[in-house]
């Protein structure tokens, strides 16, 4: 059996990029051919996730752990009162860890007191309102941000159009390499689908004492986010 590998690089694109890669296998039986097709397609996120929380630290884990109840408390009813009794709040974390002193001639660390820490995970669908929700949570006690992250609440459509792209794509590849070697494509053998990935803005942020100083308004711009698919077509091929 002779194959030959093709691979090349078109400059068709439907955001940011597309490239392909192609095998033609010839055997006494039938040609067959193997091509890639890529898409990626945008869309406006309609939902925001948003991870935060408290930190504490004092001598013992008792205090730190009852600080930060009565500071994640204030944190939550602010939360709640600005987006509603019916918002998607979380848990996402939690641990009490001992604060160490090394000494610097070696020898046994010594504790020297406990940090508690408390992660909740926020999703609103109020996207214009998600720099007010991060200076409230700060306002009222939050001094930790892990991210913020703009998402699709159903993805299905915007797959489906990324997975119909590729998939022509896939089919024009092969049609291409079908006529340069002076074939014709006879029929479909089989399609796979790749992973398909998520190309979302991410925000790292730090929150700062906003309820000590005027500071305005946090700005926050969604962006838009990115479904990538690839697709593997397999054709028959004859003269």
């Known amino acids: ?29 039938r040609t067959t051919i193997r091509a890639t097709g890529e898409a990626v ?24 752990v009852a600080q930060n109840a009565r500071q994640l408390e ?56 998600v720099g007010a929700v991060i200076d409230a949570a700060a306002q009222s006690g939050a001094n930790t941000i892990h991210g913020l992250h703009f998402m ?3 993805d299905r459509a915007a797959r ?17 390499m079908a006529a340069a070697a002076g074939l014709k ?3 479909v053998l089989a399609i796979e689908q790749g992973e398909a990935h998520w190309i979302r803005p991410v925000r790292e942020m730090r929150l700062a004492a906003a309820a000590e100083t005027a500071a305005p308004p946090t700005p926050v711009e969604p962006g838009a986010v990115e479904i990538r698919v690839n697709v593997v ?5 004859a003269p």
């Open 1 to 29: 059996m002779r194959t030959v590998v093709i691979i090349a690089a078109l400059a068709c694109r439907l955001a940011p990029a597309s490239t392909w890669q192609g095998t033609a296998t010839t055997s006494s039986a």
């Open 41 to 64: 397609i945008p869309a406006r996120p309609d939902q925001a996730q948003l991870s935060l929380g408290v930190v504490t630290q004092a001598a013992t884990a008792q205090v730190a």
């Open 74 to 129: 204030d944190v939550l009813a602010r939360l709640r009162k600005h987006l509603g009794d019916k918002a998607e709040i979380r848990t996402s974390g939690y641990a009490v860890t001992p604060d160490y002193r090394y000494p610097r001639d070696g020898g046994r660390p010594e504790i020297t007191g406990y940090t508690a820490s408390n992660i909740i995970e926020i999703r609103t669908q109020k996207l214009a309102e």
């Open 152 to 154: 699709l609440r159903d």
């Open 160 to 176: 489906a159009q990324a997975l119909q792209e590729a998939t022509r794509k896939a089919r024009a590849h092969a049609e291409a």
């Open 185 to 187: 494509i006879v029929r």
């Open 233 to 237: 077509l397999t054709v028959e091929a």
